[in-house]
């Protein structure tokens, strides 16, 4: 294999996602050379503006896509859950390693849970997604924005800003911050984003020599499961900064997907579970059947407020 580049967020957080897969490709390819490549995108120059009102996710990869199509880098390490629907032609996703804890939980500065927390208490979150969740089963808490990467949130709980937040299981398990975690929100109170937990590892679609490599690091259920979550996403065109949650799991050789479309005030959640052996069928069908439900009239009076 020739020495490859690989390009990355900055972030801590996204620097110890890169090394555990170059980790990864190392044990699979011994005497592999990799060089890291540290890409500062859009979304990193704007963190104190609410990215649902700046376009959404895809912030953090186009920087990182046009240097993987100028080959200034061979292959990218991504939260999956921060790839848009849609990847640009010529790119594909080479690899989706085994999935870290796919839940959300939640910290608090003195230890409730998301049941147990006092009224009025003030929890951090910028994604639409937590927010209507946390709300449906607590409305007599307060959400409020919170932006930074996983250190500053936690800081800024730390210091009394918020009396709780939430994250995703995965990143703190990565930056070996579970100890900080007060409660995992099992997926009946939070469904978790569509690819939560989980990687991907982008590179050139006419890069076979590489694609060969990455193939050995793939995980065949959470590539199944990611894919059945991403189709439901698709089925929304593009919708990663939207109230919207999915989150799938292989039974025996059928996928079990579930999908929610949700108000941000929490006042209507619609869901819906659907299993079956075709992943990207699964993912449309399910679609289909929360947009019977009122989905597609619910997501466009909340895309009309993001544009206002
Ligand atoms: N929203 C930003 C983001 N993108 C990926 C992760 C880490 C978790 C993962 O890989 O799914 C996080 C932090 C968080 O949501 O708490």
Redesign the pocket.
Known sequence: MRPLVVGTRQSE?ALTQTEWVVNRLKEVCPGLEVRVEKIVTKGDRILNVTLSKVGG?GLFVKEIEQALLDKRIDFAVH????MPGEMPKGLVIGAIPVR?NPLDCLLSREGHTLNDLPAGSVVGTS?LRRQAQILACRPDLKVEPVRGN?GTRLSKMKNGQFDAII??A??LSRMSWQDEISQELPVEQMLP?V?????AVECREDDEELLALLQKINHEETARAVWAERAFLRSFHGGCHLPLAGYAEVIGDEVRLTGLVAQPDGKKILRATLQGQDEWDLGERLAKELIDQGAGELLATVREGLVG
Request: no cysteine; net charge neutral.
């Open positions: 957080l996710k939260s999956m859950k921060d870290e994604s996983l994250l995703a995965a990143g984003a690819g939560q937990g989980a990687l």
